[in-house]
């Protein structure tokens, strides 16, 4: 079965750091970018960041650039987000998503079940 | 706000068709593939069309998309009650290297 699973989620305190996991199985990792989606309380899906499959290009939100860093690590089939300098309005659902293809593409169709950020 | 425009609320009854309008620019509709998404209450977003008008397989074919220069739409067709959901839509935006998605539609089935 395809799918990813989202960690590392928590309560922190305005400034702080927290690492995000993506654990992607049943699929060929390395072929496809994987992406974060976040889901404030109450509101819409925004678009973080996104990986290509190889790791070679990143993107990022302009509400996260300088902040926040994705990574990943083909041989583990896991994608991190660092996130730092966190601020309440960071306060979010974080879901991590599989690409269709193997870069920036805007088609999701693999879903986690997402990693709650709290910042307060 | 959010770069693609899209209604707040939509509704629609059982057995009719809806659609669901989704408006951006030429940077990012204009250019590229419109994604739609359906997000039921408390879960994860599920990718309903792709590349503008493909439907993955599960997605029943009552569930439609199309695209016309920087206007994309979804459409029902026989509603039910299932469908009573949050839709987004989402492009590419050139001009941010990026994705970007619409407001969403929370779509009442009466």
């Known amino acids: 079965e395809v799918q990813v699973l989202e960690s590392g989620g928590g309560l922190v305190q305005p400034g702080g750091s927290l690492r995000l996991s993506c654990a992607a199985s049943?699929?060929?990792?390395?072929?496809?970018?994987i992406n974060w989606v976040r889901q404030a309380p109450g509101k819409g899906l925004e678009w973080v960041s996104t990986i290509s499959g190889s790791g070679g290009i990143t993107y990022y939100a302009d509400s996260v650039k300088g902040r926040f860093t994705i990574s990943r690590d083909n041989s583990k089939n896991t994608v991190y987000l660092q996130v730092n300098s966190l601020r309440a309005e960071d306060t979010a659902v974080y879901y991590c998503?599989?690409?269709?293809?193997?870069?920036?593409?805007?088609?999701?169709?693999?879903w986690g079940q997402g990693t709650t950020v709290t910042v307060s | 706000q959010y770069v693609l425009t899209q209604p707040p609320s939509a509704s629609g009854t059982p057995g009719q068709r809806v659609t669901i309008s989704c408006s951006g620019s030429s940077s990012n509709i204009g250019s590229n593939y419109v994604y739609w998404y359906q997000q039921l209450p408390g879960t994860a977003p599920k990718l309903l069309i792709y590349?503008?008008?493909q439907r993955p397989s599960g997605v029943p074919d009552r569930f439609s998309g199309s695209k016309s220069g920087t206007s994309a739409s979804l459409a029902i067709s026989g509603l039910r009650s299932e469908d009573e959901a949050d839709y987004y839509c989402a492009a590419c935006e050139d001009s941010l290297s990026g994705v970007v998605f619409g407001g969403g539609t929370k779509l009442t089935v009466l």
């Open positions: 049943g699929f060929t990792f390395s072929s496809y970018a």
């Open positions: 998503a599989k690409d269709i293809v193997g870069a920036l593409s805007g088609g999701l169709d693999v």
């Open positions: 590349r503008n008008n």
